[in-house]
């Protein structure tokens, strides 16, 4: 294929994807969706494999692609032009949890189907056992919402009521619910219109060849740079989640190890048994987030679509694992299980090629969902934000602070967006001092955020991690602080809440607040440049108490480096 017309059509998808993210954030019903940006558009060819997305939630690529195929076999020869396809359910297409919808286009030229649009996005309410839908206390799929099995909700372009009236029925807030579907619906209508116009003007042979070579390139140049790693095993790593929201009292493992071979890349993943609570997880998700994590690390530039999949394999442990549960175990908090997962492969990874990977990231970054009657319109508002930790250190600089993990691409509901559309007051919204692990290069700091409730009551739900378990630094460097969450912070009822809380109710005046740790370290602290620890002292980022006791830097009262001192708390230590 001519090289131009190879890149002309790449990048022509590539900016159909981007025009379909735009079009969602500006129909977009929800905070959600305008602000946290929770969603993902993606196109497929004819066999379903992925060949460009929009900006890109990691954690939505392999269910989308798992149910892009399941259109393809359930519907086979039952798919006409216009038609669109919903379905959220975890087990029967593989779905993050119920709450992430997702819809699907089939695209036709030249009267023949050669291409799929599909998006995920997220509902702040789905039905359920809790207002808000995700109860971090679920203990079946059936707790968790409105399950959707694969169903066409327009068919020639007609919408199927009867089917837009069941989900509006079960919903606590539908016309932000459907608001949100409607405009999944339409934006994928768009997609088709793009799409028509891009197979139109080069031929479909032509596009469907240059999607398939891309593909190739992808692999091809993947496997060059796996083949520079030693063979061998690396690993095992080993992190934990703190409970599953059931059994506090009870940890829950994950465990990775890399084994190279050549040019391809093998992860066996090993857990404990599948929870009880909501935090287990489809093996379908991570394996696709494992692709891109391999992407990130060895060629970040290199475009995501199903030539990855070629050069990566991922082993599970045996069905009815954490990993790799049976039907009907909750999935709600996949996101915990995603995070922790994250954490061992890079640390895997790192092991291999130690220069190009960074320490974990918080692995923290939860979500706050909060349900109630809005004292001045009286009707019911669901409220969803989504927080981030840090980063984790680089190899050759510091994290990035309230960054989330690596697989995770959301962003923070503004304050000024959730203070006009939800009766809650943000009291403090700030980096917390001291939260990112230590290190030649510190980990990014996590956030702190309390809010205070307005409405006459609020059911609220906390789906968070690492109150047990901070994150872990690589190379010598230290963890980071672990987070923790608290009611009513500095008054008389004051106590602190577990990491995962359901349906807690808040009245007028209450208050609740919440700290992210920060990512893991890089390198041993006591080697850290003394002038970089002093201008974090400055920024308010570490305390003079964790100067001394982390980094082995001391200061004089006008905060200039005590040299002597610095001199003999680091001793030998100070030496890269």
């Given at each position: 294929m ?18 379909l ?8 019903y ?6 946290s940006?929770?969603?993902?558009f993606?196109?497929?060819d004819r066999?379903?494999?992925l ?11 392999g ?8 259109i393809?076999?359930?519907?086979a ?8 396809f ?29 291409a799929y ?18 109860s971090?206390?679920?203990t ?8 959707i099995p694969p169903?066409k909700?327009?068919?020639r ?13 079960n ?20 997609g088709?219109e793009k799409?028509?116009?891009l197979?139109?003007k ?11 070579r ?14 520079r790693?030693?063979?061998g095993?690396?690993?095992p790593e ?12 009870r940890?829950?493992?994950i465990?990775?190890?890399l084994e ?6 093998h992860?066996?993943l ?10 287990n ?6 394996r696709?987030?494992?692709?891109c ?5 060895f060629?970040p530039t290199?475009?995501?679509?199903g030539?990855?999949s070629?050069?990566?394999e ?20 996949y ?10 492969v890079?640390?895997?990874?790192a092991r291999a090629?130690p ?6 990231g918080s ?7 909060s349900v109630g009657?809005?004292?001045?319109t009286?009707r019911?508002f669901?409220?969803?934000e ?12 510091d ?13 923070n509901?503004p304050v000024?967006?959730?203070e006009?559309e ?6 403090r919204?700030?980096?917390?001092t ?9 980990g990014?700091?996590g956030?702190?955020r309390q809010w ?9 739900n906390?789906?968070?991690?690492r109150?047990?378990f ?19 912070p ?10 995962k ?9 209450d208050?609740?607040?919440?700290q992210?740790?920060?990512g ?7 080697a850290?440049?003394?002038e ?11 305390s ?22 610095t001199?003999?708390?680091?001793g030998a230590?100070t030496?890269?």
């Amino acid at each position: 294929m001519d090289a131009v017309d190879l890149e002309v059509i790449h990048q022509s998808t590539l900016q159909v994807a981007r025009e379909l993210t735009l079009n969602m954030l500006r129909t977009g019903y929800s905070t959600i969706i305008k602000e946290s940006q929770d969603f993902t558009f993606a196109i497929f060819d004819r066999r379903g494999r992925l060949v460009a997305q929009g900006i890109p939630q990691p954690l939505h690529i392999g269910p989308l692609a798992a149910q892009v195929n399941e259109i393809r076999q359930v519907f086979a020869g039952k798919t006409d032009p216009g038609d669109a396809f919903i379905v959220n359910h975890p087990y029967r297409a593989c779905q993050n949890h119920a709450t992430d919808v997702t819809v699907i286009s089939p695209v036709f030229a030249d009267g023949k189907l050669v291409a799929y649009i599909g998006n995920i996005a997220h509902k702040p309410d789905l039905g359920g056992k809790v207002p808000g839908t995700n109860s971090g206390d679920a203990t079946d799929l059936f707790q968790e919402g409105l399950l959707i099995p694969p169903l066409k909700i327009q068919k020639r372009f007609e919408l199927n009521d009867d089917l837009r009236e069941m989900i509006c029925a079960n919903t606590r807030t539908p016309e932000v619910t459907w608001g949100d579907l409607n405009a999944q619906i339409k934006t994928n209508n768009y997609g088709l219109e793009k799409l028509a116009d891009l197979f139109g003007k080069y031929g479909t042979d032509t596009v469907l060849a240059c999607w398939e070579r891309w593909m190739d390139i992808c692999e091809q140049e993947l496997r060059r740079e796996i083949a520079r790693i030693p063979d061998g095993i690396y690993g095992p790593e080993t992190d934990y989640l703190d409970d599953d929201g059931v059994d506090l009292t009870r940890s829950h493992r994950i465990t990775a190890t890399l084994e190279v071979k050549g040019d391809t890349l093998h992860f066996i993943l090993d857990s404990d048994q599948q929870a009880r609570g909501p935090i287990n997880l489809r093996p379908c998700v991570s394996r696709n987030f494992i692709e891109c994590l391999v992407k990130m690390v060895f060629i970040p530039t290199l475009p995501v679509n199903g030539g990855l999949s070629r050069v990566v394999e991922v082993s599970y442990p045996q069905e009815g694992s954490l990993l790799n549960p049976r039907y009907p175990a909750a999935v709600n908090m996949y996101v915990r299980p995603s995070q922790i997962t994250t954490s061992v492969v890079m640390r895997t990874l790192a092991r291999a090629v130690p220069g190009r990977v960074p320490a974990p990231g918080s692995a923290a970054g939860g979500s706050l969902s909060s349900v109630g009657r809005h004292p001045q319109t009286g009707r019911v508002f669901a409220q969803y934000e989504i927080f981030n930790g840090g980063s984790g250190a680089r190899p050759d600089a510091d994290g990035v602070s309230a960054m989330d993990e690596l697989v995770i691409n959301v962003m923070n509901t503004p304050v000024e967006a959730l203070e006009t559309e939800f009766p809650v007051r943000v009291e403090r919204y700030e980096l917390a001092t001291d939260s990112a692990g230590p290190g030649t290069f510190r980990g990014g700091l996590g956030t702190r955020r309390q809010w205070r409730i307005l409405g006459d009551e609020s059911a609220v739900n906390l789906r968070a991690d690492r109150f047990k378990f901070a994150s872990p630094g690589l190379f010598d460097a230290l963890p980071a602080q672990p987070s923790h969450a608290t009611f009513n912070p500095g008054c008389a009822d004051e106590r602190p809440l577990t990491s995962k809380v359901a349906g807690l109710r808040l009245k007028r005046g209450d208050q609740v607040a919440f700290q992210l740790g920060g990512g893991g370290g890089w390198g041993n602290p006591k080697a850290r440049d003394p002038e970089r620890v002093r201008s974090d002292v400055l920024n308010g980022y570490v305390s003079l108490e964790a100067a001394r006791r982390d980094y082995g830097v001391a200061f004089h009262a006008d905060l200039s480096i005590d040299e002597d001192t610095t001199r003999s708390l680091r001793g030998a230590e100070t030496r890269p």
